[in-house]
């Protein structure tokens, strides 16, 4: 009997089969199983009866049948719905669009159409991703539980792999030949590049990993490596992975999309059956969460290791609560049928408000205490039972339990909702994984990982209620939630009032509160919130002195725009520059040394006194822009491309970038990002205003009044509660240019005169 641990599931759609990759101390065992899944179509009976007629003409059907199944959230009563057998496991797209089409795209609702068949299949067996299991033939065999916390964590086996180019121009092209083929420390050089694809292969079947670690392996190495071997026409010898039938290729092709108003590039998908590749570059969740985030997300969420590392947390509670819903007998709508409840002009005013943010007093304060509830969102939807099917229920109309503040909905007190039973689970893995990540007992840096990677699951499960393409979203559980909030929030406002302590700032969760004489302890403060409120408030900490920044546009407190010092030591910075990835490390590295200089302050007097300090760190790095006493690559800009060079109207920078990477044959794709310093801003020739990070060693030159401009700018970001604007700090590093120059052009005159004497 086989045993060890479901590492990768994927379909082989020639043979109809479901490939399964069972890995146990370095050993790997392939099993292979014949899996067709079926899918359901509902509608009125006489439209379903003409339905069978039409399918039963395609050669893509292998059965048809009729059954009964639950469709409908909340509902335990079955509906006749019509079962379809394709003859092949790649035709249920297919089919499922010829019905839809065939319903004028509103008649018949489909249900368990596009379920991800690994996790579909593993479900359908009772197994999960990174069980410990037996195979006996037919079945896994395990008592691993899914949401166990203490379950033994696999050791799967690792190497790094990575390529090097014989540079032929400035910018790595994939005509470029091949150099060298690196595994872990061990370099593949041969004479030719195809002896040195060939070895590396061998190589790489002979340490056999279990993972394969990369830098950038789905946009440039495995993309280059690709090209190559189709150059040499060896393409059918790419075989990276364990299953002899597979070689490399890209299993989903690049895109650029639009995600909360950004536009976004996606890389293609290079995914190695029997392995698992993980890009560290382009994963966000591994870039979070890390290898032991990453293989609890897959175990509870069934989805293969190196298919989550390029998702997002959304993906991970999406499937959860797929899983849930088949887990309770559902059938999973493919296309969310269910609009939005008619509201009136009035009624959306009152429900679509978010949560309550308190303007911060702007400026510096000390002796500040932090207040956050845990999670409080999935907090809310957990107690108060939120969840699409349990909103407006019929059977709790007439003698509700739960009404919604503000809006009067009332939600189902009679059974637990789907997203309440996701989110418990989920809840209460976090939090034991957050505790033992503080103590010392545990590997802290794996619990912290751990908890990392579900605190973001959780973010994302509230804005994924009010999403209009969410499987399970409806608007008003996003209403419900955010009504609930307020409500708590003005309610914890209220217990810190009569506690004795001032509020200064409020947003949505969290509060920042300033004792006053004879007030409660923070600990007991928290306790008293808690209590009050049903929801869990930690105390963050206490600053010994925190600034809030005003609002680049209004003037006013800015919602998440402040930094403060810990009695710990610690600064904590929210909404400045350096926390921004495009901005330029020279100027990070400034806004850095002011708050370490504000850092040795101990209260708001020292603070002050240590404005001048502060100020001579600008100063300095005016000086070291000035004589060119910096690195080009510190000045680095990175900017997103939005549209194609044709596209833009207007002369930016970005355009500029845009049109020196096209003279070298490169065209960035929408989403993508262009790094590149600033020459000349009011040049009008693209090659003499910035030079991209490509060319940076044939720049001679920086303009030096941008990047003044710039460290005022950022300077300004951490001084203007003090009387420091954009402008004024620009002029005071004007005057050091023209000092600095004036140094400059009378130094030999003095050094001659000296020596004369």
């Known amino acids: 009997m086989l045993k060890g641990s479901i590492f990768d599931v994927y379909p082989d759609k020639k043979k109809n089969a479901m490939i399964t990759w069972i890995v146990d101390n370095g050993k790997s065992v392939k099993i292979e199983e014949k899996y067709i899944p079926s899918f359901y179509v509902y509608a009125q009976r006489e439209d379903l009866y003409t339905l069978v007629g039409l399918l039963r ?128 420390n061990h370099v593949i050089s041969e004479e030719n590049e195809i002896d040195t694809i060939i070895n590396a292969v061998k190589f790489l079947q002979k340490v056999d990993p279990d993972i394969i670690y990369t830098h950038k392996g789905d946009s440039i190495i495995f993309p280059y490596l690709y090209h190559r071997a189709n150059v ?41 059956p029997g392995r698992a590749h993980l890009d560290k570059y382009n994963s966000f969740m591994y870039g979070e969460s890390g290898l032991h985030g990453l293989i609890d997300i897959s175990r509870c969420s069934n989805i293969p290791l190196q298919v989550l590392s390029r998702v997002g947390p959304g993906t991970a509670i999406s499937q959860i609560q797929v899983n849930k819903a088949r887990e309770k007998g559902y059938v999973i709508p493919w296309k969310k049928n269910r609009p939005e409840d008619w509201k009136t002009a009035m009624s959306l005013l009152t ?42 229920c019929s059977c709790c109309r007439t003698a509700p339990y739960f009404i919604v503040p503000q809006l009067g909905y009332h939600i189902c007190s009679l059974k637990k909702g789907l997203l309440p039973e996701v989110l418990e689970p989920i809840l209460s893995r976090r939090f034991c994984y957050k505790a033992r990540s503080k ?218 970038a845009l049109f020196q990477l096209r003279k070298l044959g490169v065209q960035p794709e929408p989403g993508q990002s262009v790094r590149y310093v600033v020459c000349d801003e009011n040049s009008r020739k693209p090659r003499e205003r910035i030079c991209i990070a490509e060319m940076l060693e044939s720049c001679d030159k920086i303009d030096a009044d941008f990047y003044l401009r710039q460290i005022a700018q950022y300077a300004e970001s951490i001084l203007v509660p003090f009387g420091f604007t954009l402008e004024n700090i620009f002029d005071m590093l004007q005057k050091i240019k023209i000092r600095e120059k004036l140094n400059v052009s009378i130094l030999p005159g003095i050094r001659a005169h000296q020596s004369s004497l």
């Open 57 to 184: 003409d395609l050669p893509q059907v292998e059965n048809l049948n009729f059954t009964s199944k639950k469709t409908v959230l909340g509902s335990d009563k079955k509906r006749f719905v019509l079962e379809v057998f394709p003859k092949n496991i790649g035709l249920i797209s297919k089919l499922s669009e010829i019905v839809d089409s065939w319903g004028g795209y509103h008649r018949y609702q489909l249900f368990d159409v596009d379920i991800r068949l690994p996790t579909r299949y593993l479900q359908d067996k009772g197994a999960f991703c990174n069980a410990s299991v037996k195979w006996d033939g037919k079945n896994f065999i395990h008592d691993d539980s899914q949401w166990a916390i203490d379950y033994i964590m696999p050791s799967y086996k690792k190497a790094h792999f990575d390529v090097q180019h014989k540079k032929m121009s400035r910018i790595m092209s994939f005509n470029d030949p091949l150099k060298t083929i690196r595994v872990d």
């Open 232 to 272: 040499h026409n060896i393409q059918n010898l790419l075989n990276l992975g364990r299953d002899k039938d597979k070689r490399l290729r890209p299993t989903k092709q690049a895109k650029s999309y639009f995600s909360y108003g950004q536009i976004v590039y996606r890389p293609a998908f290079y995914t190695i």
């Open 351 to 392: 429900s679509d408000r978010g949560g309550l943010i308190l303007d911060p007093i702007v400026g510096l304060h000390e002796d500040i205490i932090e207040l956050d509830f845990a999670s409080l969102y999935p907090n809310i939807m957990l107690k108060y039972n939120i969840s699409p099917e349990t909103m407006l």
């Open 439 to 656: 103590n010392k007992k545990y590997n802290k840096e794996k619990f912290k990982e751990l908890q990392q990677a579900w605190k973001w699951v959780l973010l994302v499960c509230f804005g994924y209620t009010g999403y209009r393409n969410a499987r399970y979203g409806r608007i008003e559980c996003y209403e419900s939630i955010t009504a609930y909030s307020r409500d708590i929030i003005l309610s914890a406002v209220e217990i810190v009032q009569n506690a004795g302590y001032e509020v200064i700032h409020g947003i949505i969760d969290s509060l920042w509160v300033k004792p006053k004489k004879g007030c409660v302890k923070p600990n007991h403060l928290s306790r008293m919130i808690s209590n009050h409120t049903g929801i869990r408030m930690d105390v963050e900490g206490h600053y010994k002195w925190i600034v809030f920044l005003p609002s680049k546009n209004t003037g006013v407190g800015a919602l998440n725009r402040y930094y403060g010092l810990f009695d710990n030591g610690e600064i904590k910075v929210r909404g400045v520059e350096l926390r921004q990835k495009n901005s330029p490390l020279f100027l990070k590295n400034m806004q850095n040394e002011m708050l370490k200089v504000f850092s040795r302050a101990i209260d708001a007097k020292e603070f002050l006194d240590l404005i001048p300090e502060a100020m001579d760190v600008t100063k300095d790095y005016a000086s070291r822009i000035i004589n060119m006493e910096v690195e080009k690559k510190d000045l680095l800009i990175k900017t997103c491309v939005s549209r194609d060079i044709s596209e833009y109207k207007v002369d930016t920078l970005v355009k500029s």
